[in-house]
C-alpha cells in the first residue's frame, strides 16, 4: 500500500502512511460525511496533541455534519483518541518512528508533507477547514502551516485556531510558538488565538489543569459549532455559507467570544460580556466583519435581541458588515448566550505582536 492510502478494512475507512512501528494498535474508524448539495462541508483538523484534544473535546459535544481529523507524529498519542468518526492519521512516522517530533518544528513540516497526499484527499471538498493546534511545539507549529497550505489548495475557506503558551514555559517556546504563527498566517485566511496565560488569570487557584483547559476549548469549540449550526442547522433566523465565508476572509486580526447573561436584561448583559470577555487578547473595536449568534428561551424579545445588536454593532466599525443567527431552546429559560466572531480587525492589538516585539530578534520572523 502506498503512502497516504485509504483502504477498506473490516467495513470502516482507514487512513495510514507506510511506516516504521510503532503503529496505532486502533486506527480510529473513519466516515467522513458525504458531500452534499446545499450543505456546508465543515472539517475540524487537529494538528499535534493540543490540537487532537481540542478535536475530541468538539466531537463529545456530537455535532451534526462535521468531519474530524488528527494528525500526530506522535502514535502513542493518537492510541488514546476515542471517537468512531475520527479520521486518525499519523505523520511522518518514517521519519520520527511514531515518538513525536522532539519539538522541533522542521520535523513537524516534513511530516506532514510527507502525508500530503492523504491530507488533500480527506480535505478534498471541504468549504470551511478549521486547524486546531496549540504553537510552541514541533508537531503542530511545523505541521499546521503544512495542512493549512493544502486545505487553501482544495479551495476551501481556512482558519487557524491556536493556543500560545505560557510564559513560564519559557522564552524558547515562545519564540517558537511566535515564529510558527508568522509562518501560519501566510497560510491561511484568518487565525483566531487563545493565549494560556489569560486563560490561566480566569481560574481559581484550586481550579484543575482539565477544568482551566476546558475554558480554553469552550470558546474553540463553541466558535466552530456556531458556524456550522447557522449554516447547516435549522434555527430561527439562519446566516448562509457565502456570508460566512465573508466575514471569515476578511484580512486582519480575529477573535471569537462568548457571553453570557440571565434575567430581564438577559441579552444585553450577554452582549456586553462577549465584548468585554477578558480571555480576548484583542480587542473587537474597529472589526469590519460581525457573525453572532442569539441563544435564548422561547421568551426571548425582539426588544432583547435588538439591545443585544445595537451594543455589537456600536462596538465594531460603523460600515462593518454584520450577520446574525437566532435559536431559541426551551431549556434555557431566562438565559442567553451570545457567540461572537469579529474579523476584519485593525492589526497590531494582538499581544502576540507585542510579544513578537519583545522577543530577541534572533526569534522574529517577518
Keep these: 500500500m502506498s503512502e497516504g ?12 502512511e507506510k511506516a516504521a512501528k510503532p503503529r496505532p494498535k486502533k ?48 502514535v502513542k498519542a493518537l492510541q488514546s483518541i476515542r471517537g468512531d468518526n ?15 517530533a522532539g519539538g522541533d518544528p ?9 502525508a500530503n497526499k492523504a491530507l488533500e484527499q480527506v480535505l478534498t471538498g471541504s468549504d470551511i477547514v478549521f486547524v486546531c493546534t496549540g504553537l510552541g511545539g514541533g508537531t503542530g507549529t511545523g505541521a499546521a502551516p503544512v495542512v493549512a497550505q493544502i486545505a487553501k489548495s482544495v479551495g476551501a475557506l481556512t482558519v487557524a485556531m491556536v ?30 488565538m487563545v493565549h494560556n496565560d489569560l486563560m490561566a488569570s480566569l481560574v481559581p487557584a484550586s481550579a484543575t489543569m482539565a477544568e482551566a483547559f476546558r475554558i480554553t476549548d469552550e470558546t474553540v469549540t463553541e466558535g466552530i459549532m456556531v458556524v456550522n449550526e447557522v449554516v447547516n442547522q435549522p434555527g430561527e433566523i439562519n446566516v448562509d455559507l457565502a456570508d460566512v465565508k465573508a ?18 436584561d438577559a441579552a444585553q448583559q450577554a452582549a456586553e460580556n462577549a465584548i ?18 442569539v441563544k435564548g428561551g422561547p421568551q426571548l424579545t425582539l426588544a432583547q435581541v435588538n439591545m443585544a445588536g445595537r451594543k455589537i454593532s456600536q462596538a465594531v466599525d460603523p460600515d462593518a458588515m454584520i450577520f446574525f443567527g ?12 451570545i457567540t461572537v466572531i469579529a474579523t476584519g480587525i485593525p492589526e497590531g492589538q494582538s499581544k502576540a505582536k507585542q510579544v513578537k516585539a519583545q522577543a530577541p530578534r534572533s526569534a522574529i520572523i517577518s
Design 163 to 192: 493556543t500560545l503558551p505560557f510564559q513560564w514555559e519559557g522564552h524558547r517556546r515562545m519564540e517558537t510558538a511566535i515564529s510558527g504563527l508568522a509562518r501560519l498566517r501566510e497560510s491561511v485566511d484568518n487565525v483566531i
Design 326 to 337: 437566532m435559536s431559541l431552546k426551551s431549556g434555557m429559560e431566562d438565559k442567553v448566550r
Design 106 to 114: 522542521k520535523i513537524g513540516e516534513q511530516a506532514a508533507a510527507s
Design 27 to 74: 486506527s480510529a474508524a473513519v466516515s467522513r460525511a458525504p458531500l452534499k448539495t446545499g450543505v456546508a462541508n465543515i472539517t475540524v483538523v487537529g494538528v499535534g496533541g493540543g490540537g487532537c484534544n481540542t478535536v475530541m473535546r468538539l466531537h463529545q459535544e456530537h455535532p451534526e455534519g462535521m468531519n474530524f481529523v488528527c494528525c500526530n507524529t506522535d
Design 276 to 293: 468585554k470577555n477578558p480571555l480576548l487578547d484583542i480587542s473587537i473595536e474597529g472589526a469590519k466583519g460581525v457573525l453572532f449568534t
Design 86 to 100: 475520527i479520521i486518525i492519521l499519523p505523520i511522518g512516522e518514517t521519519l520520527t518512528r511514531g515518538f513525536g
Design 247 to 264: 466575514i471569515l476572509g476578511l484580512p486582519g486580526e480575529a477573535l471569537m467570544s462568548i457571553g453570557q447573561g440571565s434575567g430581564k
Design 5 to 16: 492510502d485509504i483502504t477498506e478494512e473490516k467495513g470502516e475507512k482507514v487512513i495510514r
